[in-house]
């Protein structure tokens, strides 16, 4: 909560909109949580009732989830409420970050599995190398490089980068044809 309120505060300061979307993993934690408030430990229909519950969320149906979920606590003992209860104070305080069906029309992820990809493949890769040392200017300067090349844009890069080298060495140090010097 703490982290959504400063991300919210931010946004507000710098008046942009930002999309918050809560990694779909932690929501499907929840939800098996729940499942074995209410199914016996290994039984083969917390399977399903999970599965049949995030296809739910995963189309939108927030509010539809809570109202089944707290149907189905009422039919639980108490002390096996636990799970259920916390999957739907989750999903009830989260419920504006849970619109997993707009995020996926405007190709957002949904989880976090996309970012950690991402960093293992541009970061881990190369500087989790034994005995490997860098600097903070030749890291960044190699992020950046396996960036380009990552995303296809190495060769656009390297074309815009030339000319502005060009431009810089040659272009400024003469004015009407003729070389400045010192």
């Known amino acids: 909560r703490h982290q959504l309120d400063l991300i919210i505060a931010e ?6 909109r930002v999309h918050i979307v809560i990694d ?12 074995w408030s209410l199914h016996p430990p290994a039984a083969p ?5 999970v599965a049949g519950h995030a296809l739910a969320l995963l189309a939108g149906h927030t509010g539809q989830v809570i109202s089944t979920l707290t149907a189905q606590a ?13 999957c739907i104070r989750y999903l009830s305080n989260n419920a ?16 976090t599995g996309v970012v950690e990809g991402a960093c293992r493949h541009l970061i881990a890769d190369r500087f989790d190398l034994a005995g490997a ?8 300067a190699v992020l950046k490089l396996r960036a380009l090349v990552a995303n296809g844009h190495l060769e656009e890069y390297w074309t815009f980068h030339l000319a502005r080298q060009h431009e810089r060495v040659h272009q400024t140090g003469y004015q ?6 010192a």
């Open 11 to 16: 946004a507000a300061r710098r008046r942009i």
């Open 24 to 35: 779909f993993v932690h929501v499907l934690e929840k939800l098996w949580a729940a499942a």
């Open 45 to 49: 229909a917390a399977e399903d009732w």
């Open 74 to 86: 009422a039919t639980a003992g108490a002390q096996h409420r636990d799970g259920i209860d916390a």
């Open 96 to 111: 504006e970050h849970l619109r997993y069906d707009q995020a996926l029309e405007a190709g957002w992820p949904i989880a």
């Open 133 to 140: 040392r860098w600097g903070l200017a030749g890291a960044e």
């Open 176 to 181: 009407d044809g003729y070389a400045l010097t």
